[in-house]
């Protein structure tokens, strides 16, 4: 039973072309984040959400909007992708409202590759 | 702003213990230390919060001084499964975990 989920795996796409990643976790938590892991496996914070509404928002380009229909679920769509964006991206949870004592728990990631 | 981690790489082999730090230039509430195998997500092995306490995992612990803004994890007779990139996140109350460097192990039989 899979804790936190995402869709796609992989992606595949060209420079310029528009893609969403979906996440979904079914703990129950209450704050939902993206993060960017890039070649060099740095690993850095994107957005957070808490019950749907934005919390955290790093300095990323506005081609990158987080969705969250509910709790549950918090959507990525990138527009006019360039080849940096490359990367793979990972959603995680945690039950934590504000603050953060608690552990997060990460999905599968989503390898993104721009050619 | 991202806290540095040492060494950036450990080869062991199977018994053998290792110390991973994990330095911030800012000031700490609380450092959380991840594992993450290769292909895989991070996986979650502790938080230590303010107060200089020291936690235990099995045979991986941490050691958390606020004052030094440091952190260390300590891996006893290590094990195979202990191979991956450990990572520290730190947290200055600012809502978000800033991950450091990474650090890579690999434990050899």
């Known amino acids: 039973d899979t804790a936190v989920s995402q869709t796609p795996k992989y992606l595949v796409t060209q420079m310029g072309n528009d893609k969403s990643i979906k996440c979904e976790q079914n703990l129950g938590h209450d704050t939902m984040y993206w993060y960017k892991q890039d070649s060099k496996k740095f690993l850095k914070i994107m957005f957070s959400?808490?019950?749907?509404?934005?919390?955290i928002n790093e300095t990323v380009p506005n081609r990158f909007s987080p969705k969250s229909p509910d709790k549950a679920h918090l959507n990525l769509h990138i527009n006019s992708l360039e080849l940096g964006d490359s990367a793979v991206y990972f959603c995680?949870?945690?039950?934590?409202?504000?603050?953060?004592?608690?552990?997060?728990?990460f999905g599968p990631g989503t390898r993104l590759t721009v050619l | 702003q991202q806290p540095v981690q040492s060494p950036q790489a450990v080869i062991l082999r199977e018994g053998e213990d290792a110390v991973i730090n994990c330095s911030s230039s800012?000031?700490?509430?609380?450092v959380h230390w991840y594992r993450q195998k290769h292909g895989e997500a991070p996986v979650f092995l502790m938080i230590l919060l303010k107060g200089g306490e020291q936690k235990g995992h099995e045979k991986i612990s941490a050691s958390f001084n606020e004052k030094k803004q440091q952190s260390s994890l300590y891996l006893t007779a290590s094990q195979l499964s202990y191979s991956g990139t450990y990572f520290c996140?730190?947290?200055?109350?600012?809502?978000?975990?800033?991950f450091g460097t990474g650090t890579r192990l690999q434990v050899f039989p």
């Open positions: 996140g730190t947290d200055g109350l600012t809502d978000k975990l800033i």
């Open positions: 959400y808490n019950n749907k509404e934005l919390i």
């Open positions: 800012k000031a700490l509430y609380s």
């Open positions: 995680a949870s945690s039950q934590e409202g504000q603050g953060i004592s608690d552990e997060q728990f």
